[in-house]
């Protein structure tokens, strides 16, 4: 009994190690399993993340984001990266046409735009720069677009052929660079750009041009408010010549003596007033034989506007009390100072003149090559029935837009040659010629419909028409106002 007694303890032990050996081994089995499936878990997650990032990766590499994503939000669009290319490299060269001769001075066009600084102080870069004025580009595009599609706005005919001339004009400039349309387009306005979203881009510009147009041409001004309007903002309007020349008297040091060049310039404009050619012979005797100022066109400026002229000067050469030969002299910073021989006001009294101009260009810019063209299709003309009609198909049929109508052409905007034949006094109604251009290896065929508009108050009207239009545009935008895309912006092509 004893014996028995004192083993049934040692038994309840031995099983109580038992199920508590069996617990741990449990416990092991299943931190193994978690173990095992933390792991599993993790793996997938690299390999996922992994994926993703290749992923991602694969699609920045690609154009995916430049035609999936948006750079901008204006109204109901978005615009996609691709869209937003067309438009900042179209504000690109537009500025490029508009300030030509300026260009080189500002931008160094072998280094990115983003590399070269518009306002250093500010942080601005030149792509910076475009990126605003394609911005507002696109807000002023996209409201004047939804407002024409808003109002059953259709183009006419006359449009769609414009567009079609647009699109084959892609062929031409492919061909200069060597390469074909997808090429050229993909090369010009960057990554994802294509001949469809092309199309698009031309055909909503068009349309937003061409509502904005309607509404200028149903504004109309009578002849008292033109004048009036002109009177009171005369030097919008208004342009000068004269002469200008910057005395830089130097010190032994080779430092410009500001005291010395202030009084050699007031003694110039003292010798030379009313005397045009002893106002030549002093600067160029101050220049030296050798210089620029050998040449009488050099010192001389015409057609300057008040906000072109040098700003210490433009109040004095816009006084409408100013007779031709005044002369003066004004500061011109550390450099010395100017003096000036004023020619003449340009209040653009004349009349304008209506003409159908085709352009004819030589591909290697052969100047005899594009005249003897020009004298071909002028010859074609004479050969049938020379109307108006059978010019403007010519016109059409040689790639200028609209029949080659220019109405109401101002001096200045045409080539010289072709300026001196449109506004011979001589000139009637039908008249017809082949010139060879004098500022490019152009030649223009003409065809003179007749006098326009007097050139100041179409200046003037198209003025008010424009603030008109402003604001009605602006009416139009309202609170819509552009709004950036963070991922879509990163794809847009600043080149």
């Avoid at 993703?52 to 109901?76: M, P």
């Avoid at 504004?219 to 005369?234: A, F, G």
């Avoid at 072109?308 to 005044?326: C, I, K, V």
């Amino acid at each position: 009994m004893t014996k028995k007694g004192k083993q049934e303890p040692k038994k309840r032990k031995a099983v109580a190690s038992s199920s508590f050996i069996t617990s741990i081994r449990k416990d092991k089995e299943q931190e193994k399993r978690k173990a095992k499936k933390t792991l599993l878990i993790t793996c997938a997650c690299i390999l996922i993340a992994g994926a993703l990032l290749a992923g991602w990766a694969f699609l920045s590499a690609s154009d995916y984001f430049c035609t999936h994503s948006a750079a901008a939000r204006v109204k109901n669009h978005s615009v996609t990266p691709v869209m937003f290319d067309y438009f900042y490299r179209d504000a690109y060269s537009g500025f490029c046409q508009q300030y030509l001769d300026l260009v080189s001075v500002y931008l160094d066009t072998t280094k990115p735009l983003d590399e070269q600084w518009y306002d250093q102080q500010n942080n601005v870069t030149w792509a910076d720069y475009f990126v605003d004025l394609a911005e507002s580009s696109i807000q002023r595009t996209y409201c004047l677009y939804d407002a024409a599609e808003a109002n059953g706005y259709t183009l006419t005919a006359a449009d769609e052929k414009a567009l079609s001339d647009t699109e084959a004009n892609l062929d031409t400039q492919a061909k200069k660079k060597s390469t074909d349309r997808d090429g050229y387009i993909l090369s010009y306005y960057g990554r994802g750009c294509t001949i469809d979203t092309y199309r698009e881009y031309i055909r909503i510009v068009r349309i937003a041009d061409q509502y904005e147009a309607q509404y200028k041409a149903k504004l109309s001004y009578t002849q008292d408010t033109i004048d009036t309007y002109y009177e009171s903002n005369r030097t919008s309007f208004d342009t000068v010549n004269y002469r200008i020349y910057s005395v830089a008297v130097k010190d032994d040091a080779g430092n410009v003596d500001l005291a010395a060049s202030e009084a050699k310039a007031e003694q110039i404009a003292a010798d030379s007033l009313n005397d045009e050619e002893k106002y030549l012979s002093l600067i160029e005797a101050d220049a030296g034989p050798d210089s620029a100022y050998a040449s009488g066109d050099y010192s001389r400026r015409d057609n300057y506007s008040y906000t072109y002229a040098p700003e210490n000067l433009a109040s004095w050469l816009f006084d409408t009390s100013r007779q031709a030969g005044d002369t003066t002299s004004a500061a011109n910073g550390d450099n010395g100072w100017y003096v000036v021989y004023y020619l003449s006001l340009n209040t653009h009294d004349y009349d304008t003149v209506n003409l159908r101009v085709i352009e004819v260009a030589d591909y290697y810019k052969d100047a005899k090559n594009a005249l003897k063209s020009a004298n071909a299709l002028l010859a074609q003309y004479t050969s049938g029935e020379q109307t108006e009609a059978a010019f403007a198909a010519l016109a059409d049929a040689n790639g200028a837009a609209d029949g080659g109508s220019r109405q109401n052409v101002s001096l200045g905007q045409l080539d010289d040659a072709a300026e001196a034949w449109a506004f011979d006094a001589a000139r009637q109604p039908g008249d017809t010629a082949a010139v060879a251009g004098t500022d490019s290896a152009s030649s223009y065929v003409l065809y003179f419909c007749g006098t326009g508009k007097n050139c100041r108050s179409w200046f003037v009207e198209e003025a008010l028409r424009d603030s008109a239009a402003e604001d009605w545009v602006s009416s139009l935008i309202g609170s819509d106002r552009l709004r950036e895309g963070g991922l879509g912006m990163k794809y847009v092509t600043t080149k």
